[in-house]
Structure formats: structure tokens, C-alpha cells
Nanobody
Framework: QVQVVESGGGLVQPGQSLRLSCATS????????MSWYRQAPGQSRELVAS???????TYADSVKGRFTISRDNAKNTAYLQMDSLKPEDTAVYYC?????????WGQGTQATVSS
């Protein structure tokens, strides 16, 4: 079993930034693909960004140029830097780890963008 714990959510105004962190218990973290999903009220969960073991990144069109996914293999942690936030970015953000032990989700962290 792999523990996945998100942190860093909060309430910010439009145009501001948040940095989400995703800490894992997996010592083979370097072999895992790490992704961030989000789910807004009444909507389905959607993929926001993903980073492979080789640090190849992909982004949803809605966040390209504003969000940056990264990973620190020494800390077994992935990050999502969210800049130029918009009210439509308001959602619960979930971290997802996919690797040789299987698939694991965190409990989510709320990010709210409102003036």
C-alpha cells in the first residue's frame, strides 16, 4: 500500500497563486507516474497535469501556461504550482500515483479562488 497525502490548498483571490504538495510513502517513488486531478461541485473528476518517471509532463488545455507539475524524487513528493488562478479553478484537487504496486489516490485538498 502507498500512502498519498496532499497539502497546500486554501482560499485565494483571482490572479494569485497556490502550490500543492503530494507526499508519498513509496520508496520507489521514482518509478511512479504522478498526476493531479480536480473535481468541482457537480462535475466529474478531470485530469489537470501529469508527470512521468522520466519527467515528461502533460497538461489539460485549461491550465496550460498557468500550472506547473514537478517532482522531487529525493523527497518522494510531487508538486503543482498554480499561478494566475481563476474562479473556475475552484475544486478539490487530488493526487494520483500509478506504479508497480498499483494505483493510489490521496484524500484531496480544497482550492478556492474567489474575490
Amino acid at each position: 500500500q502507498v500512502q498519498v497525502v496532499e497539502s497546500g490548498g486554501g482560499l485565494v483571490q483571482p490572479g494569485q497563486s497556490l502550490r500543492l504538495s503530494c507526499a508519498t510513502s513509496e520508496i520507489m517513488f521514482t518509478t511512479y507516474r504522478m498526476s493531479w486531478y480536480r473535481q468541482a461541485p457537480g462535475q466529474s473528476r478531470e485530469l489537470v497535469a501529469s508527470i512521468s518517471r522520466h519527467e515528461i509532463t502533460t497538461y489539460a488545455d485549461s491550465v496550460k501556461g498557468r500550472f506547473t507539475i514537478s517532482r522531487d524524487n529525493a523527497k518522494n513528493t510531487a508538486y503543482l504550482q498554480m499561478d494566475s488562478l481563476k474562479p473556475e479553478d475552484t475544486a478539490v484537487y487530488y493526487c494520483y500515483a500509478n506504479g508497480y504496486k498499483g494505483e493510489f489516490w490521496g484524500q484531496g485538498t480544497q482550492a478556492t479562488v474567489s474575490s
